[in-house]
């Protein structure tokens, strides 16, 4: 299975600040790379597909990057908003797996 | 607008079984690969496994440690998903969501739509 590990853990920032959360992958996995967002009590929304793709509706502060094995996302100014889980997960092989996730705080 | 609605979860003892049910609205549901995504209690995101549409086969995938316990089927006439559950273990535990998304590079990829997940407690 390819496991997928995020760093940070957790993460505080302020209003305004640039965020940027990183995915590393066990192996290759070329583009096929998703970031969801959940919020407490909330199901999972997806944020970006395809590594950069942004979903329909997601505002343009989130944007995504990287290949091969290493991913970031990236939220230009965070809103109060943007206080959530994030997750990363591969979608080139099953099982499809995600990442333990990122809680971000607005401090 | 797409529309998941799962149901089904309960609290069940271990060893005993249980199907969920996902009844899904406005899209062509024989058209569409399904899956079904878990998570535990204050914990993270976990792929259950899905299935192909009939017309690909109807043929399913799942996480290894679950596959002989867990079985993933579809009722195109009900617009319809299934998550039948046997052996149930206390690690079972979990909201168990329904997801679906578009078809991408020749499979369901990601998981565009979401319903609001079940919850399923396995406990003496």
């Known amino acids: 299975d390819i496991q997928m590990t995020q760093s940070p853990s957790s993460v505080s920032a302020s209003v305004g600040d640039r965020v940027t959360i990183t995915c590393r992958a066990s192996?290759?996995?070329?583009?096929?790379l998703a970031w969801y967002q959940q919020k407490p009590g909330k199901a999972p929304k997806l944020l970006i597909y395809?590594?950069?793709s942004l979903q329909s509706g997601v505002p343009s502060r989130f944007s995504g990057s990287g290949s091969g094995t290493d991913f970031s996302l990236t939220i230009s100014s965070l809103q109060p908003e943007d206080s959530a889980t994030y997750y990363c997960?591969?979608?080139?092989?099953?099982?499809?797996?995600f990442g333990q996730g990122t809680k971000l705080e607005i401090k | 607008e797409v529309q998941l609605v799962e149901s089904g979860g309960d609290l069940v003892k271990p060893g005993g079984s249980l199907r969920l049910s996902c009844a899904a609205s406005?899209?062509?549901?024989?058209?569409?690969?399904m899956s079904w995504v878990r998570q535990a209690p204050g914990k993270g995101l976990e792929w259950v496994g899905l299935?192909?549409?009939?017309?690909?086969?109807?043929?399913?995938d799942s996480a290894a440690p679950l596959k002989d316990r867990f079985t993933i089927s579809r009722d195109d006439s009900k617009d319809t998903l299934y998550l039948q559950m046997n052996g149930l273990k206390s690690d079972d535990t979990a909201v168990y969501y329904c997801?679906?998304?578009?078809?991408?590079?020749?499979?369901?990829?990601?998981?565009?739509?979401w319903g609001q997940g079940t919850l399923v407690t396995v406990s003496s």
């Open positions: 997801v679906t998304g578009d078809f991408r590079g020749g499979m369901l990829r990601y998981f565009d739509y």
């Open positions: 406005g899209l062509t549901f024989r058209n569409v690969w």
């Open positions: 299935i192909n549409t009939i017309a690909a086969g109807g043929t399913t």
């Open positions: 192996q290759d996995i070329s583009y096929w």
């Open positions: 395809a590594v950069s």
């Open positions: 997960q591969q979608a080139k092989s099953f099982p499809y797996t």
